[in-house]
């Protein structure tokens, strides 16, 4: 999608030297992917506390047998 923006000259640089990518396309894509990353990690956390866990489930069990399986 194309459009025409204006962005603050200082921010960009900042962004462009804490993350190496020289290109405002791509700076601006690693922003947007950021801020979904981080929207939906907090969607996660408010789930905290909410989300009954089987008692009793062996992770590492279950793990050794489909290492098993295969």
């Known amino acids: 999608m194309r459009m025409n923006i204006q962005i603050d ?5 900042e962004a462009s030297s ?10 601006v894509h ?15 956390l408010e789930l905290a506390g909410k989300v009954d866990l089987h ?3 062996d992770h590492k069990e ?3 047998l489909r290492e098993d399986a295969d």
């Open 30 to 44: 690693l922003a947007l992917s950021e801020l979904a990353r981080v929207r939906k990690k907090k969607d996660l």
């Open 9 to 13: 000259d200082a921010l960009v640089d």
């Open 55 to 57: 008692t009793g489930f």
């Open 62 to 64: 279950m793990r050794r």
């Open 18 to 27: 804490l993350t190496g990518v020289r290109s405002i396309q791509e700076l």
